[in-house]
Nanobody, 123 residues
């Protein structure tokens, strides 16, 4: 069974920093694109940052220049460094990964999600 487990959320003051981590575990052949999404109360889940298996990155306009996504393919982990945090960054942050695995003797790609970690930016 594949699992994604996030960590690193918490309460931080405006202007502060947090680093989120997400670890993938299970019988995994390889991991394709990985990303971080967030969902604030009353809002739809939105893509924050994405990184391909080759290391190409993309960001939501609202976090460009403040957030940095990275990954460690050997450790099967993805990170989100969040700097200059604002109250509007408050949300539950979810890790997502496109995972290649063998199911029923056949290879297939499947999307997995973590359980989410709360980030609260408040003074």
């Amino acid at each position: 069974q594949v699992q994604l487990v996030e960590s690193g959320g918490g309460l931080v003051q405006p202007g502060g920093s947090l680093k989120l981590s997400c670890a993938a575990s299970g019988i995994i052949v390889s991991i394709g694109a990985m990303g971080w999404y967030r969902q604030a109360p009353g809002k739809q889940r939105e893509l924050v940052a994405r990184i391909t298996s080759g290391g190409s990155t993309s960001y939501a306009d609202s976090v460009k220049g403040r957030f940095t996504i990275s990954r460690d393919n050997f450790k099967k982990m993805v990170y989100l460094q969040m700097d200059s945090l604002k109250p509007e960054d408050t949300a539950v942050y979810y890790c997502n990964a496109r995972i290649l695995m063998i199911v029923g003797g056949r290879p297939g790609e499947y999307d997995y999600w973590g359980q989410g970690t709360q980030v609260t930016v408040s003074s």
